[in-house]
């Protein structure tokens, strides 16, 4: 029953989320390359791929890959929220709602052990992003987000913010961690 009950769960949210990536960025399709649609893409992607697992009682995905994506989609909730970006139509989903959702997944149905070497990789997608927007902004001369200008932000600039996106996003990561345990050990003492 409960193995069920997370693969439905993880299907129907992997629908949500795949679905309003397409509602959103479909009529904006050059905006593609926002973290905004990578990450909720991911995780849609993610989602569906943990409840075909669940019912077809493949091998488990392993905790890590969905904390990497949280801290990432956790973020993009974040800086939204303090960026005052879209919340019209799908936005409203993207930017606060599959965020919230899936951090709520994450403390009911992943069981994520306490690792601090695997905590260390969970900023590896933001990281992989950050230095992809350096790139396209080096090629494009305006980054993603164009909270920078490319000419004014030399690489010792870059590589501050990055190390200071690292450390906060491991912060996020070690408190997501922590609830996540004390949940988990709260559902299981029950049980």
């Known amino acids: 029953m409960e193995r069920n009950i997370k693969a439905y769960t993880s299907i129907a949210l992997g629908i949500l989320f795949c679905g309003s990536v397409l509602i959103g960025y479909i009529p904006i399709p050059e905006y593609a390359i926002e973290l905004t649609c990578i990450s909720n893409s991911f995780i849609g992607i993610l989602l569906l791929l943990t409840g075909i697992n669940v019912l077809r009682k493949m091998k488990k995905i392993p905790g890590i890959i969905y904390h990497m994506w949280l801290v990432t989609i956790l973020l993009v909730c974040i800086v939204s929220c303090v960026g005052h970006f879209n919340f019209h139509g799908a936005f409203f989903f993207l930017h606060l709602v599959n965020p919230l959702v899936f951090l709520v997944y994450y403390m009911v ?60 996003l491991l912060m996020i990561a070690a408190v997501t ?8 050990k709260i559902i299981f003492v029950r049980h």
């Open 109 to 168: 149905f992943i069981d994520d052990v306490n690792n601090v070497k695997k905590m260390l990789l969970t900023p590896i997608p933001v990281m992989i992003y950050l230095f992809f927007d350096y790139i396209v902004g080096i090629c494009r001369g305006t980054f993603v987000y164009g909270i920078f200008e490319v000419d004014e932000t030399g690489f010792t600039a870059i590589f501050l913010i990055m190390c200071g996106v690292y450390i906060s």
């Open 177 to 184: 961690q922590y609830i996540n345990q004390k949940i988990r």
